[in-house]
């Protein structure tokens, strides 16, 4: 883990972010499953379906403002933003 991801982790503990989470939704598998632990743990998540809306993820992210932008290695999301 590098020393900015440590850091990362340890200050967003305590504290509730606003996640945006862009992960193929649709199978409601692994990004539902990531969604729901994010959300247990008190964070606002907002997921965006990243193979069905790869073009749409930049400009939610610079309307919803993230702390924290957690995405899919898809090849939909190749050159977005």
Do not use: W
């Amino acid at each position: 883990m590098t020393t900015e991801a440590t850091i990362l982790l340890f200050t967003s503990i305590n504290k509730k972010m606003r996640v945006l989470l862009l992960f193929p939704m649709a199978d409601r598998q692994t990004g539902a499953a990531i969604k729901y632990a994010f959300e247990s743990l008190g964070h606002k998540v907002l997921a965006v379906d990243a193979k069905r809306l790869p073009l749409n993820s930049y400009s939610v992210a610079c309307s919803y403002k993230p702390d924290l932008v957690f995405c899919s290695r898809i090849k939909e999301l190749r050159g977005c933003g």
